[in-house]
């Protein structure tokens, strides 16, 4: 069996630990805007203490010796995260925090599949790509300019797993044996079905058409059971509370049900069907992002919102065929999701060159189907049946009900600056489009409010075995600076300047994140390792022992809040087969803003609960525009941009693709999508031909690749910015 996909995983570098100086500074500077000058006194003599510290040193030696003996110290026994991060509490004030996907359309819009089909589609590609995966074939991902192999090891999360609550987070709960998952959950109306959709050997049970035919069984079937019923058994309400609600419902279950929970913990991934249609982008958001809440004349839910179960990976496909995928970031790596999703697409896509020239249009050659006619006794599905005592059903009534609330209490908005694209950034501003939309996001909160805000947006540290993300904080005096210049009177030539120190700083900031060199997951084990110091000084008893108890100066200020509850979440992907992500705010004060940057446009989704997010994104458009007449003004260069539709990309997906690109191994390589942000990534497709009318991916990408920032100045310009990645 070929050993393709983690070739590279033993050679990976072990991801450093920082300086405590290192990661006290950047945690004050970070700090310093939000901060007044009283506080920022105390932190700084805090911090003085924390550099002194004996007890902080300690914790610092426990960190470096489990890098020792771990591949990533942060996911170490006695280090992993027992405080709250970016994640939060996932569940209860907010909206679950479960980034989303949707995908396009359909290509064969002349003949758009129905839901079952669509739905058999996707299921299909990804069983090949999770038996490509098992079997070592799936090429393994690498940084895009400099073919830095990336760690693979987080696809192990993808299927088979579930988050469970755990202590004061979240841990993950994989299948026993990785390889003897071999089946998926389909809820259709909010009941649980249960069907194996793998054999033993590895082979896919069902074709697409067969697949399309039990999914109609399914949904007939759900049909029949008394909503009321249906109801009192949404066991998925459940994975959107607080985790201490969630931790006690499940240790019920696991007493009561055990044998049901762990069919439902083992599935591959679930499938959810969804009985609403949306019509327009803005539905689409609500409706895949948390479902619909309709309260019929009974009183009883009939909406889609207790149609999902986020603790896993969640295919959803809607009643009018929209689809998308939602999964739990608190366990699940952003990049290696948009991976799949990309290349589940375009496997659905290559259908149709297959329809035309055969099977040689594949991505994964080797993965097979057993056939129609074949002898072998197929599967059939069963319904997951859940016994609930009286107290569990009342927790899902609350569930339910404080669910409802939640998605009242939530708006999305959703904005298609056409104005705006990479193309325009790349070739006509010659600035680097992440940095600009995150800057162009700080301006338009303190044109607003009058601040700056706590922000964050991960980035990938794959370059390291084992390793995920590195969230990096946005605002700084630099970013403060450049917002109260463009609510004044400030001259264009200051305000391009200080645009461009910004962009320099946050190109720096990624740039560092991706080469291990953050903050925040530093600060973080800090804080766990001190919680954690009787396990680790069994684990490590060549450290000294600690002599004091006290708490370590710095490390639990009540300002570091700020580092943690960010009001600002904000994080970008993209591809042709996306048409939208979005991501819920962190906090219930907070906003959460995905967005997508292809060629000629740029995507965004803001979702807040009791803000303005309509305004928001209104005047984040004025943004964009000043910038763009900024740039006119003192950083002018001329046009070398093309236009090209995103719609004549699309056409283009399988007639450029040649049959020798496709027919064996080739899948879309990290090189050409990953970018890496802790949720996604911003590059599109690679080009996937030598034909000129094939698409083209002019996509930058941040995280995967480090940045050298050489600053030049042209006569009677400024500044200019040329970023090159490695």
Not at 145 to 156: G, I
Not at 619 to 633: M, N, R
């Amino acid at each position: 069996m070929s050993n393709l996909t983690f070739q590279h995983e033993a050679q990976l570098p072990r991801l450093p630990v920082p300086a405590l100086l290192d990661t006290v500074d950047q945690a004050l500077k970070a700090l310093k805007p939000l901060v007044s000058a009283e506080e920022y006194r105390h932190l700084e003599g805090k911090s003085f203490e924390l550099l002194n510290s004996d007890i902080v040193q300690l914790l610092q030696q426990h960190l470096l010796e489990s890098s020792k003996l771990n591949h990533n110290y942060l996911e170490s026994e006695g280090i992993s995260p027992t405080t709250a991060n970016v994640y939060g509490d996932l569940r209860g004030h907010t909206l679950p925090r479960n980034p989303f996907f949707i995908f396009e359309d359909d290509p064969l819009k002349s003949m758009p599949p129905t839901q079952a089909f669509r739905a058999s589609i996707l299921i299909t590609s990804a069983l090949r790509f999770i038996v490509a995966l098992r079997q070592d074939l799936l090429t393994p991902d690498t940084a895009p300019k400099s073919k830095q192999p990336l760690s693979m090891s987080s696809y192990h999360n993808l299927f088979g797993t579930t988050i469970v609550p755990f202590n004061n987070g979240v841990t993950i709960k994989r299948c026993t044996d990785y390889q003897n998952s071999r089946h998926i959950v389909v809820m259709a109306r909010s009941q649980f079905y249960v069907l194996e959709v793998l054999s033993e050997d590895h082979q896919i049970w069902f074709s697409k058409h067969e697949l399309k035919e039990i999914l109609l069984e399914i949904m007939e079937d759900s049909k029949k059971e008394d909503q009321a019923d249906v109801s009192r058994h949404a066991i998925g309400s459940f994975t959107t509370e607080l985790k201490s609600t969630w931790r006690h419902a499940r240790s019920c279950l696991e007493r009561s049900n055990q044998d049901v929970l762990e069919i439902l913990d083992n599935a591959l991934f679930v499938v959810s069907l969804d009985h609403e249609a949306p019509t327009d982008d803005l539905q689409k958001v609500q409706y895949v992002s948390h479902g619909t809440s309709r309260i019929d004349s009974n009183g009883i839910q009939v909406g889609t919102c207790t149609n999902r179960y986020y603790d896993k990976l969640n295919l959803i496909i809607t009643e009018n065929s929209v689809a998308a995928c939602v999964y739990p970031a608190a366990c699940m790596d952003g990049t290696t999701v948009l991976r799949f999703v990309s290349d589940i697409y375009t496997d659905s896509v290559l259908r149709l060159a297959r329809k035309i020239n055969g099977t040689n249009y594949t991505l994964w050659k080797n993965v097979n189907t057993v056939p129609i006619n074949s002898q072998l006794d197929k599967p059939t599905f069963q319904k997951l049946e859940f016994g609930l005592t009286p107290e569990l059903r009342s927790g899902l009534h609350l569930a339910e009900t404080r669910l409802a609330d939640i998605i009242h209490q939530h708006e999305y908005v959703s904005r298609t600056v056409t104005t705006l694209g990479n193309s325009v950034f790349a070739n006509k501003l010659n600035l680097p489009a992440d940095s600009i939309v995150q800057l162009a996001i700080q301006i338009t909160y303190y044109a607003l409010y009058g601040k700056p805000a706590p922000t964050l947006e991960p980035v990938s540290t794959r370059k390291f075995r084992d390793a995920r993300t590195e969230p990096i904080c946005i605002q700084s005096e630099a970013v403060l600076a450049l917002c109260q210049a463009f609510i004044s009177q400030t001259s264009g030539s200051q305000k391009w300047n200080l645009l461009l120190d910004a962009v320099n700083e946050h190109s720096q900031k990624v740039r560092n994140a991706s080469r291990g060199q953050g903050f925040e997951r530093h600060l973080s084990a800090l804080r766990s390792a001190f919680i954690q110091l009787d396990l680790l000084q069994k684990l490590h008893p060549n450290v000294p022992s600690c002599q004091t108890r006290q708490v370590p100066p710095f490390l639990f200020e009540p300002a570091l809040d700020h580092l943690y509850k960010p009001e600002l979440l904000v994080a970008n992907c993209g591809n042709p087969a996306l048409h939208l992500f979005g991501v819920t705010p962190a906090i219930p004060t907070g906003f959460g803003i995905g967005y997508i940057i292809k060629d000629d446009m740029i995507s965004i989704v803001a979702s807040s609960q009791w803000r303005q997010t309509d305004r928001f994104l209104e005047t984040l458009e004025s943004v964009f525009d000043e910038i763009k007449s900024l740039w006119k003004e003192e950083g002018s260069v001329s046009d070398k941009s093309t236009e090209r539709s995103r719609a004549r990309e699309l056409e283009s997906y399988v007639g450029a693709i040649p049959k020798s690109m496709v027919s064996s191994n080739y899948t879309l390589k990290s090189s050409n999508i990953l970018g890496g942000y802790d949720y996604f990534d911003v590059n599109e497709l690679a080009a996937r031909s030598g034909n000129s009318t094939a698409m083209h991916s002019s996509m930058s990408t941040r995280s995967n690749s480090a940045m050298n920032i050489e600053t030049t100045r042209d006569q009677g310009v400024g500044k200019r910015i040329r970023v090159n990645e490695d």
